[in-house]
């Protein structure tokens, strides 16, 4: 069973920076697509990005393009998440999320397509 822990959340300023980072375990983490997602208070959950199995395709939700960016470590079992110049409207509850695909360059925005979930981890951006 894929379990997935999400850490690295908390309080920072409005153009902070924040990484954070998700653990996966249970299966051959190579072989899963990645993806990050967020629920604001009061929305419904969105995508944020996502990357392949090996790192080298990454899409990002046009709100994030150019500040976020998304990694994989497939040594260590674990995506990021790299956080720049963060705006009050990035808080949220950011959810890691995995899917199984036999496709190498498989990546996706839709969260009914991910099989795993974590836990979530709070982000607050203070203005």
């Known amino acids: 069973q894929v379990q997935l822990v999400e850490s690295g959340g908390g309080l920072v300023l409005a153009g902070g920076s924040l990484r954070l980072s998700c653990a996966f375990s249970?299966?051959?983490?190579?072989?899963?697509?990645m993806g990050w997602f967020r629920q604001a208070p009061g929305k419904e959950r969105a995508f944020v990005a996502a990357?392949?199995?090996?790192?080298?395709?990454?899409t990002y939700a046009d709100s994030v393009k150019g500040r976020f960016t998304m990694s994989r470590d497939n040594a260590k079992n674990a995506v990021y998440l790299q956080g720049n110049s963060l705006k009050p409207e990035d808080t949220a509850v950011y959810y890691c999320?995995?899917?199984?695909?036999?496709?190498?360059?498989?990546?996706?925005?839709?969260?009914?397509?991910?099989?795993?979930w974590g836990q979530g981890t709070q982000v607050t951006v203070s203005s």
């Open positions: 990357i392949n199995w090996s790192g080298v395709k990454t």
């Open positions: 999320a995995a899917i199984f695909s036999g496709n190498p360059y498989f990546t996706s925005s839709d969260m009914d397509d991910y099989d795993y």
């Open positions: 249970g299966r051959t983490f190579s072989n899963f697509a």
